[in-house]
């Protein structure tokens, strides 16, 4: 089978946009993971800025991965793969001409889509990323992402914290970005169908959610009369990959253990120590 082109790809993921279904994701870290998910039937793959951390530099997401590097991974899989790929590219890099750069960049790579979020990073150490740029910002950042794309197929989503807004706040941002020409929204922080339902109503671009697995969203009937098109249920097939590599190897070496789930081997493994005792020594971070 020939490797679609990235403009068909990216005129796939338009027509799933455009119709009133939901679609689930596939976790897409490599080129072969990819394949994978488009040889068992998946629609849409998504490559996490959480997971190409950790394939790229076994870092934590601390926004420690430059976007050169996130290109490449990106690269490595628009290269051969045979569904869209949706990029999930943080912040843009830093401010809106960073995000005019993460565009032209992420655009050659071949992905479908991208997510550019209003998250104020790199976050505050030994704190959660909930912490927004003004909204002034995130739709400059929009209108920024808008006027470098070359190709009008390829979509970009713009990405807001619902979880840590008012219901009224979180309406106000995405019409913003809405009005400022975003494809569509994409939330993260969604509870239930209430929630989402009392936010969808006011919009009328695709919805994107990350659930990690929300078991209150996963009526996919539902999701669709709400206006969402595209759900991230997690990255479950990548640290599977984790569980799997460890237990391969320990069982070639002969090495009786416990049995370690991915959560805590990825934790293991991960550079998550060493970042920390840098973070006590050069930040004044206390933990």
């Known amino acids: 089978m020939a490797t679609p082109?990235?403009?068909?790809?990216?005129?796939?993921?338009?027509?799933?946009?455009?119709?009133?279904?939901?679609?689930?994701?596939a976790s897409t870290f490599d080129p072969m993971s990819a394949r994978i998910a488009a040889d068992l039937g998946f629609e849409v793959g998504i490559l996490g800025g959480s997971v190409a951390s950790l394939q790229v530099l076994a870092a934590p997401d601390f926004a420690l991965i430059t976007l050169s590097e996130f290109v490449e991974q990106a690269t490595r899989i628009g290269r051969v793969a045979r569904?869209?790929?949706?990029?999930?590219?943080?912040?843009?890099?830093?401010?809106?001409?960073?995000?005019?750069?993460?565009?032209?960049?992420?655009?050659?790579?071949?992905?479908?889509?991208?997510?550019?979020?209003?998250?104020?990073?790199?976050?505050?150490?030994?704190?959660?990323?909930?912490?927004?740029?003004?909204?002034?910002?995130?739709?400059?950042?929009?209108?920024?992402?808008?006027?470098?794309?070359?190709?009008?197929?390829?979509?970009?989503f713009a990405r807001t914290?619902?979880?840590v807004l008012s219901t009224a706040d979180a309406i106000a941002r995405a019409k913003a970005y809405e009005r400022a020409g975003a494809d569509g929204i994409c939330m993260v922080g969604i509870d239930d169908f209430e929630h989402l339902e009392s936010i969808a109503e006011h919009l009328s671009v695709p919805l994107m959610l990350v659930?990690?697995?929300?078991?209150?969203l996963r009526d996919r009937e539902r999701l669709a009369r709400a206006g969402v098109r595209v759900v991230v249920n997690g990255h479950a097939a990548y640290f599977a990959a984790i569980k799997a590599t460890y237990d391969c190897l320990r069982e070639q070496r002969g090495i009786a253990e416990g049995n370690l789930n991915a959560s805590e081997l990825s934790t293991r493994y991960s550079t998550l120590d060493e970042n920390r005792e840098w973070a006590r020594r050069y930040m004044d971070v206390k933990e």
């Not at 659930?211 to 209150?216: A, F, G, H, L, Q």
């Open 161 to 163: 914290n619902a979880g």
């Open 5 to 25: 082109s990235q403009h068909d790809l990216r005129l796939q993921f338009r027509e799933l946009l455009e119709r009133d279904e939901c679609f689930f994701t």
């Open 211 to 216: 659930t990690y697995d929300n078991p209150e």
């Open 83 to 156: 569904l869209p790929i949706i990029a999930d590219a943080d912040h843009g890099y830093g401010n809106a001409l960073n995000v005019m750069r993460t565009i032209v960049e992420l655009e050659r790579a071949g992905v479908a889509a991208l997510t550019i979020e209003d998250t104020l990073l790199p976050a505050k150490y030994g704190r959660k990323s909930t912490d927004l740029v003004p909204l002034e910002e995130g739709v400059g950042k929009i209108e920024a992402a808008l006027e470098a794309r070359i190709d009008p197929d390829m979509a970009i």
